[in-house]
């Protein structure tokens, strides 16, 4: 029965009073986190999960490798259960992070029954529900449970197991946490100035194609905010590493595309001029960035003076709205999304464990 996206909406909204609940939650384990750490010291880790929580990990090694310096690589689990010798290189040394909302995801259990008949050092999950099979099979858990949600996308879990990622690489990078702390405020403001522009560039339907361009922490943010726009709206989204645009896609840009770029802080002089040239070509641009832009025609500054891997979570929430606001203009309940279940349940036997 349609719920008329009710629960995406509340949900959405509600993420800047969930983060705070969730660090909260990790700030009270954060010691017997460190100290687990500080035990295990692996060689490199490997970050895996499914659709949003896939993408997740991509945003969870670019962080983890820069802030800690330990290499760091994100797989969907399915690579990891089919592809094993070209994903894995030296398990015995390596920690597995699995990501799922759920916990129950059948590629993501597997991928961490393969990980350990591999002789995996060791297994810790990102999830909501520490009564579900992946925290029982995994060696220490972080948890998201105020972020459980009634609708099928994934939107305040998946920021908030982001902000747990986030957590954990400052922490055992002995890099304070308390500035995770103004993100609740920051996103609060945005939410509160930018809505009427979420609503009015949710509802331009003469816009065909959506294009969301993000590189280094962006681009898995970049990759969710693809994947929220397809699901929610059924609209035909891509999403790229910012320079990688030029190279073929742009052949794309022209009146009927939005180009939303996920600009960085590092990078922006050459984000802003790829963003110029797809205005000359006569697509709508929309920028998101640490301070503001002169370059798009649309465009929210979050104008808050913090690290660059404190930003990311802050760049999806808006991209949200926008995904969730096009659904409703388009008669679609972002609720229940087109041929899509909460979780994806395959035969564990049709993965064989070696
Ligand atoms: C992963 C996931 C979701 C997606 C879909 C099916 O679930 O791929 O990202 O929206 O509805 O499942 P999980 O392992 O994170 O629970």
Redesign the pocket.
């Known amino acids: 029965m349609s719920s008329n996206g009710q629960h995406t909406l509340t949900e959405i909204m509600s993420q800047p009073s969930i983060w705070k609940d969730v660090l909260q939650s990790f700030g009270s384990n954060q010691t017997g986190i460190l100290n687990s750490w500080n035990q295990l010291s692996p060689s490199d880790v490997l970050f895996v ?6 993408y997740l990990s991509q945003t969870a090694a670019a962080l983890f490798q820069s802030l800690t310096g330990v290499p760091s690589r994100a797989f969907p689990s399915s690579e990891v259960l089919l592809f094993p010798s070209q994903v894995l290189s030296n398990p015995r040394e390596t920690l597995l992070v699995a ?7 059948t590629e ?1 259990l597997q991928a961490v029954n393969k990980f350990r008949a591999e002789g995996g050092r060791a297994v810790w999950a990102i ?1 909501c529900y520490p009564d579900h099979d992946l925290v029982q099979i995994s060696d220490l858990a972080l948890l998201a449970e105020a972020a459980h949600e009634k609708s ?3 939107t305040r ?1 998946f920021s908030s197991m982001l902000l747990l990622a986030k957590a954990l690489a400052a922490t055992v990078s002995g890099i304070e946490i308390s500035s995770l702390d103004s993100l609740p405020i920051v996103l609060r403001q945005v939410l509160e100035n930018a809505g009427d522009l979420f609503v009015s560039l949710g509802q331009r339907l003469d816009l065909q194609r959506m294009f969301f361009l993000g590189s280094g922490f962006q681009y898995g943010i970049a990759n969710e905010a693809m ?1 929220k726009m397809k ?1 929610m709206s059924l609209t035909n989204s891509e999403a790229f590493h910012f320079l990688e645009f030029r190279h073929g896609p742009m052949s794309m840009a022209n009146e009927e595309a939005l180009v939303v770029g996920l600009l960085s802080e590092e990078a922006q002089a050459h984000e802003e001029q790829v963003l110029a040239e797809m205005v000359s070509l006569g697509a709508e641009t929309f920028g998101l960035n640490t301070r503001s832009n002169s370059c798009c025609h649309y465009q929210v500054g979050f104008n808050v003076n913090l690290p660059p891997w404190v930003f990311p979570a802050l760049y999806l929430p808006p991209l949200q709205l926008i995904a969730y606001y096009r659904a409703i203009s388009k008669g679609l309940d972002p609720d229940n ?1 087109r041929n ?5 349940s395959l035969d564990p036997a049709a993965f064989a464990i070696a």
Do not use: Y
């Open positions: 999960g499914c659709g949003s929580t896939h990501i799922s909302r759920s916990g129950t995801t993501t999830t099928v996308a994934q879990s994947l699901e999304p899509l279940e909460a979780v994806v």
